[in-house]
Nanobody, 124 residues
Framework: QVQLVESGGGSVQAGGSLRLSCAAS????????LGWFRQAPGKEREFVVA????????YYADSVKGRFTISRDNAKKTVYLQMNSLKPEDTAVYYC?????????????????WGQGTQVTVSS
């Protein structure tokens, strides 16, 4: 069992930065791949970025490539999402997820555990 708690959301102006954190509980954290998804108002939840169990492989949605960076610290059982050059279209609730998606890192049903979400609002 893994429990995930996101933090670090907030309001920022376009061009600004935020760093989200997702702290996990559970002894098997280091065996899980981790992903960030987001859901904007009136839209379906979408994949943002994922990282494999070792941190050696990362996968990004085209919309965030070059602006967002995912990393993980298995000793701290935490995954981070550094978001730079934020745009109003990045406004959404951001969810952390853990699972063993393999190469299906963009598929929600491949993730077994989800956090409660943290709001990110980017104003123009």
């Amino acid at each position: 069992q893994v429990q995930l708690v996101e933090s670090g959301g907030g309001s920022v102006q376009a061009g600004g930065s935020l760093r989200l954190s997702c702290a996990a509980s559970g002894r098997t954290f280091r065996t899980y791949g981790l992903g960030w998804f987001r859901q904007a108002p009136g839209k379906e939840r979408e994949f943002v970025v994922a990282i494999n169990w070792s941190g050696g492989s990362t996968y990004y949605a085209d919309s965030v490539k070059g602006r967002f960076t995912i990393s993980r610290d298995n000793a701290k059982k935490t995954v981070y999402l550094q978001m730079n050059s934020l745009k109003p279209e990045d406004t959404a609730v951001y969810y952390c997820a853990a699972g063993r998606p393999g190469l299906d890192y963009g598929l929600e049903f491949k993730y077994d555990y989800w956090g409660q979400g943290t709001q990110v609002t980017v104003s123009s």
